[in-house]
């Protein structure tokens, strides 16, 4: 592999081993790792890899400077061959590919055990919650529908949760103007109300809250086990709605 010493041009960018030569191997051994690509900067690798000491000791040591040209002037010459001589000319060294690619290895084997215990910890963590969620639902069926609000066009998205048992919870699912996402039941919550209604948590337990003049939002009863798993499905699982806020 090319290991580049003492070039001047560019401000002495070409300096050491290029992007090029390890770009691939990065890649390849990240994703045997178990890393993406949103993990690792290949410029910091190559970096880290090019201010290495013992490996630039070693390019020194080996490297063979670039031959005297013809055409150049006796001056050049002269001054070149002294700094061949002082061993200080550009040059390049052919370095082990082994060697390097070791380095390239230690340095994201640093960075997964780094980063993928935690990830690996928040998967499972994310898989069980799923898991519990999805474990009295039948299916989930989605409609897409196009409306308009105050903010111009926009769409609306129907779910409709069965459960195991047979009972069916539907949702409607769409970024209000000004607002956010916004998920309300399409079912009656109470005697009195027929649709509608906030999901809100108070005390670490999920209540439906209605609009009331005068009072703001006030809880009109907690969810069912079976209807929080419907609700907790359409929040965490059923993402087709933009949740950023449309202004």
Known sequence: ???????????????????????????????????????????????????????????QEIYRPYPIQ??????????RQKAIEDR????????????????IREILTKLADKLLPKRRAEEAAAAKERKDIMRNID???TGKYAIEDEGGKTTQYIHTV??????????????????????????PISEDIKSGGL????NGTRYW???????GLVPVRPLL???????????????????GIRM
């Open 1 to 59: 592999m090319h290991y580049v010493l003492h070039d001047t041009t560019a401000y002495g960018i070409y300096n050491g081993i290029s992007g090029s030569a390890v770009e691939d191997f990065i890649f390849e051994t990240a994703k045997e790792l178990g890393l993406n690509i949103l993990d690792y900067d290949n410029r910091s690798i190559l970096r880290e890899i090019n201010h290495d000491a013992k490996l630039k000791a070693m390019a």
């Open 70 to 79: 013809d055409g150049w002037t006796d001056e050049y010459k002269t001054i």
């Open 88 to 103: 200080t000319a550009p040059g390049v060294a052919e370095i082990p590919d082994v060697i390097v690619y070791q380095m």
């Open 139 to 141: 299916n989930i069926i």
């Open 162 to 187: 069965t459960m195991k048992n047979g009972e069916t919870f539907q949702f409607s699912d769409r970024n209000v103007f000004d607002f956010g996402r916004v998920i309300n039941p399409l079912y």
């Open 199 to 202: 999901c809100l948590m108070r």
């Open 209 to 215: 809250m209605d609009f009331k003049q005068g009072q």
């Open 225 to 243: 086990e079976n209807e929080e798993n419907a609700f907790n499905a359409v929040v965490k699982y059923c993402g087709h709605c933009n949740s």
